[in-house]
Nanobody, 117 residues
Framework: QVQLVESGGGLVQPGGSLRLSCAASGSIFSPNRMGWYRQAPGKERELVASITSGLRTNYEDSVKDRFTISRDNAKNTVYLQMNSLKPEDTAVYYC???????????WGQGTQVTVSS
């Protein structure tokens, strides 16, 4: 089992920044992929960004050049630095870990990000 604990959400004005963190514990085997998804009201959950244990990254088009995903493998923690936030970034953000060998997905409880003036 893998447990994921997220932190860092909140309310921010347009153009502002937030940093999300997700600490993973439990049976975290490499190779794996950690990432952030988001779900806005009335919309499907979508991938925002992901990073493999080999540090390969992938971003959703609308967040490229504004968001940066990183990870500390020693701490099993993944971060999402979000800059130049827009109202359309408002959503619940979920941390995800995918263990490639077992093909199992694990999810955090979600953290609310609200971008509003």
């Amino acid at each position: 089992q893998v447990q994921l604990v997220e932190s860092g959400g909140g309310l921010v004005q347009p153009g502002g920044s937030l940093r999300l963190s997700c600490a993973a514990s439990g049976s975290i085997f490499s190779p794996n992929r950690m990432g952030w998804y988001r779900q806005a009201p009335g919309k499907e959950r979508e991938l925002v960004a992901s990073i493999t244990s080999g540090l390969r990254t992938n971003y959703e088009d609308s967040v490229k050049d504004r968001f940066t995903i990183s990870r500390d493998n020693a701490k099993n923690t993944v971060y999402l630095q979000m800059n130049s936030l827009k109202p359309e970034d408002t959503a619940v953000y979920y941390c995800n870990t995918y263990i490639i060998l077992t093909k199992r997905n694990y999810w955090g409880q979600g953290t609310q990000v609200t971008v509003s003036s």
